[in-house]
Structure formats: structure tokens, C-alpha cells
DNA sequence: GTCTATAACTCGATAGAC
DNA sequence: GTCTATCGAGTTATAGAC
């Protein structure tokens, strides 16, 4: 199992504030955290909080960062490939769900506390190598023009196929609630959405 | 312009206390909200606050009761009414975009909150009158017996219809800063997505 | 009903012993 | 490095005058 990479060994104090710290923060917020709940979930007491990393405020930024750009580099990579459209299409619905499945928390905690610090965002924790669709955009664009897709606004696509595979496990308590499923349905339901995505996407693009 | 149905006149201090509530926690949430910024945006003090509502948690139920109650019903109607498939898919996603642009802050509202106390909106918030999907189903599966649409599982239908739906606008913030938008343009972007939501899933959807 | 003043409490942060 | 104890700021909630 892969460690944080630049931080201590898996067992040190400060990888177990700082596994203790992304596990709550994630969860609760900024705002809905308490130090004291961190603490007690690393087996320490408040002050080594203190003692590792200042202030709250910077243990959040050091969380979030971590969260961010752990998110990204996966995306971006395949956005810019220059695979087929379709097996991009593929491998990105694929790629994405995946990293949502096993971070289940992280898409919400992202959405929320970008509404709430738009600008602490943008400033200081939005990473510079953000992917750019351009590429991505002008080979929809000739897909429609060789008649190959039927036609769509390239910005529309990209945001439908993220709707898709974000919004089901971000959604997830409402759904469950709406669909009358049990935790256990909820989980294979969730595990279909892979192929469900895939085969929804690509058949709303047929000419 | 309708009055808050169980509520008194629209200018009684308990309605102004109400108002300024619903403003500040749906966008703020349990957490983020402070009852002193309510009293301000109330345009009267704290301690009316409690004289209205006892503690700030029932005031927050009050708040919670009233936006989830009044998001239900126009979605259970068409859900539940006896149109044929495709027209009850258009007119649900134009009423369901139409309701979510008049109150941007409602979904993450509602989602974050049920994330964070899914016990007390089960338990305590959850109306009795959720919308019955049976029917919804029986009909879609009438139509993919028919040959008419493409075979899906209607409950990936149902769930990539509301995901097309909402999570543009629970994600507004993420899509301006991928998809490089200004505040206007992502405001015009957002306007298509009526069209653009029901000419997708109506392709999907083609046997 | 509405206000001012303040009590009671929560929580982030620090001091200081070990 | 880690702990206990405590401070101090900020918030919810109440007492009591008008």
C-alpha cells in the first residue's frame, strides 16, 4: 500500500494527525471539525495538533492540497491523451468512478468548500497543471464534422459525462432514499454505473 | 409572489426571522451559520431569535422542514402522472432545471446536510410523500418491451436524468474553473442545459 | 415583543511540566 | 515529543428592564 508521499512514515505522529485530519475534513468541513475529534481519532491529545502543524487552518490547507492534486494528474492525463474519442470516452468514465468508489467522500467535500472560499481556492490551493480540454474539445468537434457523433456543444459532453459519474455517489443518501434500496443494492447499483455511464454516453453520441 | 404557506404575514418578525434564516443556512449550512448573522440580515437581535424559535437547532429544522417539503411535491407529480415516456421525461427535466435555477443554493443544501446527519433527515425531515417511482419503472419497461427505447435498468435512467439535471449547478464553481468560464458565460451555459439535458437522454434512449 | 447586558459554553490555541 | 491544565475568543442562550 502506497504512503503519502511526502510525508513521514506510515506510523509516525504526524502521518497519523494527518490521516486522522483528511479522514475528518473530508467528512465535516472546515467548519464542521473539531480539533478534539482529530485528535482523539490519531490516539493523541490536542496539543500535538498544535505542535505538528500551528494552526487548523493550516492543517486543513495541508489536507485539501493533498486531496486536490491527488485528484487531478489521473483526469488530466487521459483529457490530453490523443487516444480515439470513444476510447477516451472509455477509459475516463472508467478511470473517474474508480477514483470516486474508493474516495467516496471526496467529490462533496471538494463542491462544498469551493462554495463556501471560492477564493481560497482559486488562490492558493487550485494546482497550476489543471487539464485543458481544447484538444479534447476540437476532436468532438471533428468527430461531428466527419459525421461520426451526432452533433453536441463539446462543454456540454464533458459536463454530462462528469454529471454521470460524480453525481450518483455524491447523491448517494438521496438516491437510496428515492429508489427504496438498501445500503447493500445501493453498493451493486453504484458498482454498475461503470457500464451504465459508458453505454448511456455512447449511445446518446450515435449519429 | 406566495407567501410561505404556515406561516404568518410576510413582514411579522417571524417570518423576517424565518427568511433570513432559509438565506443563511442554505447556503452556509448548520455549521457555517451564526444565529448573529441571521439577526442582522433580520434586521433585529439575537435575542429575538430566541424568543421565535427556542434554539438555533429548531430554528434550523424549521428551515430544513420547509426546503425539502416544497422541493417534492412538483417532482412526485410528474413522476407519478400518467404522461407518455418521453413527454413526462421532457417536462420533468424542464420543471426540475427550472426549479434548481430559481434556488441554486437548495441541492448542495440538501445534500450536504443529509451527508452530515443522515439519522436526523430519515428520521426526524423526511416527508412521508416521497415520489413512487413503480410506475415510472412499469411504463419504462412497457417501452423497451415495445422496441420503442433503447433496454436500460429504469433506475439508471431515473438517476442519469437527475445527476444531468442537478450536478451543473451543485458543481457550477469546479465547471467554471475547468471549463475556463466567466460568471456570464457560465450563467448562459447553464440556461441550454434544459434543452441540451432532454436532447441527450432522448438520444440515449433511441433502440 | 423587543431590547441590552451578561451568563454559560465550545473550541482553538498556548504554557509549562515531564 | 507528548502530556495536563488553562486561557481567551467567539457563540449560543438567558435574565431582566422597558
Known amino acids: 500500500m502506497a504512503k503519502k508521499e511526502n510525508q513521514q512514515a506510515a506510523d509516525s505522529t504526524e502521518q497519523k494527525i494527518f490521516d486522522a485530519a483528511h479522514e475528518v475534513f473530508t467528512q465535516k468541513g472546515m467548519d464542521g471539525t473539531k480539533m478534539q475529534e482529530i485528535a482523539d481519532r490519531a490516539g493523541i491529545n490536542k496539543a500535538l495538533l498544535h505542535y505538528y502543524y500551528r494552526t487548523k487552518e493550516k492543517l486543513y490547507e495541508s489536507v485539501a492540497r ?94 454530462n459525462v462528469i454529471s454521470l459519474c460524480v453525481f450518483p455517489f455524491v447523491g448517494k443518501p438521496m438516491m437510496r432514499i428515492l429508489l427504496g434500496m438498501s445500503a447493500g443494492e445501493m453498493r451493486l447499483f453504484l458498482e454498475e454505473r461503470k457500464d451504465e455511464v459508458t453505454n448511456f454516453v455512447l449511445a446518446a453520441l450515435r449519429p
Open 66 to 159: 493533498a486531496v486536490i492534486s491527488k485528484a487531478i494528474p489521473a483526469i488530466r492525463q487521459i483529457i490530453e491523451s490523443d487516444l480515439p474519442l470513444e476510447e477516451k470516452i472509455r477509459r475516463f468514465i472508467e478511470t473517474y468512478i474508480g477514483i470516486i468508489s474508493r474516495n467516496p467522500f471526496i467529490p462533496l467535500f471538494i463542491i462544498s468548500e469551493i462554495n463556501k472560499h471560492p477564493e481560497r481556492f482559486i488562490d492558493s490551493l487550485m494546482p497550476k497543471d489543471l487539464p485543458k480540454p481544447a484538444f479534447f474539445f476540437r476532436q468532438v468537434e471533428d468527430e461531428i464534422a466527419a459525421g461520426r457523433i451526432r452533433p453536441i456543444k463539446p462543454q456540454h459532453l464533458i459536463v
